[in-house]
């Protein structure tokens, strides 16, 4: 399980989130916010309903530790000025989905390449300490446009450190899949699509990663702190097949299989074959070494990590660890969405109790 660890390193600091009026976003401002560390959050987003929206959550006490920017991650001038003082900075903008990206490919471009790009010329210009990119399993062997402008996206990120010169910025790189039910994915899609008495499925053999928005937070919180840089962090998170997943919502429904759809995978791999030998695994995760570590030696060796045996490869399908059923119920069942109470209330299912620790920082 991933715990959050302590967050004093934040103390007293100033964070900017790129993309955080997203569910991460929130999340990560939330988690800040609670630890009382009277460290500012800055979101920067280009959506000025979505910051409305996302200051009504909040109270006016904790308003105060908060900035909402607007700005593009293209609009390298803007992220310039935004990133003055900031000492940690999580790049989550993108544009995700992967039927846009095939009809819009330059936009996607802009936004995920060059305003990566900014992100990484910025930071370093302003001095900032540590920077964690997201990324996606969609991002290892790439089928789409948004995969491969996301593995454009690791790779400039991590090649961002050998040219810092003398200044302390540092990058690294999170990866991992699905988050249980963001939006525009499956779960709130079977939840809705359950009284039709039909689920489409793409097909009977796919399998998933899984991971909770808690754990997301939390990995991506740990990494800011215990990065050294050019590292790609990949969480130990549990597998599950898809047709187990529509079984848990709705037992009932009759399944239709409507084949896997163009730019989509049979099963998600986070780690491929090619990466396997530069990776070193540890109890909760896996880091993707740099191919070319300009800058500095292995230090990961020396925190217990051991080298993947050839050959190794991390996919949804050859996982270790895999999701039982009462676990994604009572996931399910903690969703902040209408559908999920109603189907958890139904149920008589309880949600997931969270994790020990996640607000504690124990």
Known sequence: MIRLGSLEFLRDSR???????????????????DHRLEATVIIF?????????????????????????????????????????????????????????EYNPFEFVKTNIIGA?????????????????????????????????????????VAGNSYVGERPTRFSVVRYGNVVGSRGSVIPFFLRQRRSGVLPITDNRMTRFWITLDQGASLVLNVLRDMKGGEIWVPKIPSMRIVDLARVIA??????????????????????????????????????????????????LDRGGRACPDGFYYGSDNNSRWLREDELARMIAGLDLPEAREWAAERGIHPEPEPEGLRSGE
């Open 117 to 157: 790009a900014n992100v990484i010329n910025c930071a370093i210009d302003n001095r900032v300490r540590h920077v964690v990119a997201l990324s996606t399993d969609k991002a290892a062997n790439p089928v789409n446009l948004y995969g491969a402008t996301k593995l454009c996206s690791d790779k400039l990120f």
């Open 45 to 101: 987003s280009r959506d000025e309903f979505k910051q409305f929206q996302m200051r009504q959550t909040f109270s006016r006490d904790e308003l105060q530790r908060i900035r909402f920017i607007l700005g593009d991650v293209r609009d390298g001038d803007r992220l310039r000025r935004a990133m003055e003082g900031v000492e940690y900075v999580i790049h989550a903008a993108a544009l995700k989905q992967v039927p846009a990206a």
């Open 251 to 300: 037992p009932r429904c009759r399944h239709e299989i409507v084949g896997i759809r163009p730019g989509e995978k049979l099963h998600e791999v986070m780690i491929p074959v090619d990466d396997g030998r530069q990776t070193l695994e540890f109890s909760d995760h896996f880091i993707i070494r740099p191919s070319f570590p300009w800058w500095g030696d292995d230090w990961h």
């Open 15 to 33: 964070v900017l989130i790129t993309g955080g009026t997203g569910s991460l976003g929130k999340k990560l401002t939330r988690l800040i916010l």
